[in-house]
């Protein structure tokens, strides 16, 4: 009824899912790039044909997906579409939500609208919550999920990801927090979805650290086993053997003694241990970029706690002789021209696998890692970098975010340097080459940055790793768990009856 005329590619397991979806709260989990939005225009036709004058809402984590399914979705139906988001005033979000038949718009714009009034739900007869996967704790679509089944007259929810889990219990939270009681499951090894999945190659490249980086590094240990016989000293962690102690354990110990200290127990060892751990956290931090990102971004993060630091753990860590010899270092080895061996291997892959004429994406965590790699490719013949980074402070805004995406696919930049706000969800095209500068201990955000790849062509993807570092562990724990993501996906594919039609996944509660 509301749908364009030639719009829309005939795909048989589109239109079974819908099927299978138009009139029970489902849980979609298929591939990137595999048309899960076709299947929501798909249940917006249905369901506003269905129940007349009746509207949709469609939610997605963050303004540039917003932009991006508003403009799909503009392309595909003739429907009257709207957009409320923090930016427009709360009078005019309210009219967009009443005079709109399909709603686009942020989680957190809907659940501030939720809480003062501006939204009414009852005449809403779908619910479209985009990477659901986020549906857990206290992240904004919980909370929309209950008050749309409450108050809507004609409810249905579809929820749309392409990498819900790991484990069993998160799976099922997900189901119960959006009340799902069916779940939908396409695989690319599937016989109705193969023939549409596009080819990606992966290539993983080990990286060995000069000696000089090797030099900090080994520093950096001695420092940090100080810090943990400091620790042990005020009597915390006192029987642990200090090589034993790491990261997570530091991590841990810390919300134990904040915890202590806001239940009233301000005494000096409690305080005294909140400062050593945080002392020893910025270490862990110092050791994962020199190790992992590049010298440049060490040095920087030494520097502002020797110059700008303000907190009592940057000042005790100012006045160390080892975080000036460590910044001292950095710099003599920077002046050197010795750098992390990942940005020579950046350039080495774009001239060997990429042309001008086509497009790649570089993941990396940090934005200070963006700053390096920018300037370190920004003069290589054919390549037209560009930097991709959050909101936040100095970030880059919604609207410069939707302009970048716009200009990379154009071809005004055939470069993308990108944190990790282009993971998710974005549809970005063309990208023919994807770089993933460090490994993420994520199955899904492995999954997400492969996904923004080879979306409409063969991709290729390269994962740097350097050895003996933080990449190999985190390398291996994406592995397993995006194995087994597939296995638990797998296994409630192959036991639909053990669903129970009352909003819950019987299997796992």
Known sequence: MFIRKGKIEEREYQKNIFESAKDSNTLVVLPTGLGKTVISVLAVD????????SKALFLAPTKPLVSQHYKTFSSMMDLSLGMASGETKKGDRQNVYETSQLTFATPQTVENDMENGSIDFSDFSLLVVDEAHHTVGNYAYVKIAKEYMSKSAHPLILGLTA???????????ICRNL??????IRGEDDPDVAPYVKTKTVEEIRLKLPQELQEIISYLKI???EQVVALQHVGLLKDAAPNRINRRTILMLQKSLQARMFSGHRNFYTIRGIIITSKLLKLYHAMNMISTQSVGSFNRFVEKIINEGTSKTDKELAKTEQIKWLYEKSKKVLDSGIEHPKL???SKILSESFSEDKKAIVFTQYRDTVDVIYDSIKNDKGVRPVKFIGQGKSGLSQKEQINIIKDFEAGVYNVLVSTSVSEEGMSIKGADLAIFYETVPSGIRSIQRRGRVGRFNAGK???????????????????????????????IKANP??????????PFV
């Open 344 to 346: 020579k291997e950046i």
């Open 163 to 173: 990498s819900p889990a790991s484990d069993q219990e998160k799976i099922s939270l």
């Open 461 to 491: 993807i390269f994962i740097l790793i350097t050895e003996d570092t933080n990449d190999e562990g985190y390398y291996w724990v994406s592995k397993r768990r995006e194995s087994k993501m597939k296995k638990l996906i797998k296994k």
């Open 46 to 53: 249905y369901r506003l044909s269905k129940y007349k004058n």
């Open 497 to 506: 009856d053990t669903l129970k039609n009352d909003g819950t996944l019987n």
């Open 223 to 225: 420092f940090i086993q």
């Open 179 to 184: 009340n799902i009681s069916n779940v939908e």
